[in-house]
């Protein structure tokens, strides 16, 4: 008796403090939300906790999604094409495959998320994205350099140490000021593509192309750039170059 008085306790303890918690709604309730929503009147998912939801394939067009808690959620194939997701939680969440094309993505924390294969042309990103992966993915045209407006806030950038970027499409996209610390960015399209002033200290840059790209003041400290294409790429201000790159 005293045993079971304890566990119930502790698990209300657990409780309390939010170690066990499910989602506010379930697949089925968020589908009848996005089944009766347009742009007028878009799906109420507004900080909502969506915490380990399967979502995956469904088409978030018409929802307002600001805020929401989308940690471990499955929302791979998903479509979330021009949301605004600004202040979402996002960390270990699976984009496998989704399309957030043209979305606004801010203050968020995508650790290591999954958005290999994913569509982020012409969005724009700030946020902590340290251990995740993009490989594969589409990030052209896309502006995820340093907000320099808010630098009362601290520098407020696309932070991508140790993200995987292998084969993505970085192609025309702005990444000023990224912190790309240990990076795999190996056969990675970055032709003309800004990373002004970026950290890639240890990225690896092996067979990427990076035609016309600016390197301007970044720094390079062990950066591998083996088999790289870098025709027109500038190089100037650039920290610890290595031999023969930008010669």
């Given at each position: ?50 915490t380990d939801l399967d979502l995956s394939g469904l088409d978030f067009r018409n929802a307002d999604l600001w805020g929401a808690d989308l ?157 790289a294409i870098m025709t027109g790429a500038r190089f100037d201000g650039a920290q610890h170059v290595p031999a023969g790159v930008g010669r």
């Open positions: 008796m005293h045993h079971s008085i304890k566990l119930s306790a502790l698990l209300l303890a657990v409780l309390a403090a939010g170690g066990i918690h499910a989602a506010e709604l379930t697949r089925a309730q968020v589908e009848q939300l996005l089944a009766k929503a347009d742009k007028q009147h878009p799906a109420p998912l507004r900080r909502k906790d969506l940690r471990r959620a499955n929302l791979s194939k998903a479509n979330l094409a021009g949301l605004n997701l600004d202040l979402t939680v996002m960390t270990k969440i699976n984009l496998a495959g989704a399309n957030l094309s043209g979305t606004s993505i801010f203050g968020v924390s995508l650790m290591h998320a999954d958005a290999s294969n994913a569509n982020f042309s012409g969005s724009r990103v700030i946020a902590v994205m340290e251990g995740a992966n993009f490989s594969n993915a589409d990030i052209s045209n896309a502006d995820w350099a340093a907000d320099m407006k808010n630098q009362s806030m601290g520098l407020m950038r696309a932070n991508l140490k140790g993200a995987n970027l292998s084969g993505a499409n970085l192609s025309n996209s702005k990444l000023g000021r990224a912190m790309l610390k240990h990076a795999k960015l190996n056969n990675a399209n970055l032709k003309n593509a800004d990373l002004f002033s970026a950290e890639m200290d240890g990225a690896n840059l092996t067979g990427a192309d990076l035609s016309g790209a600016n390197l301007s003041s970044t720094k390079l400290h062990d950066a591998i750039f083996t088999d």
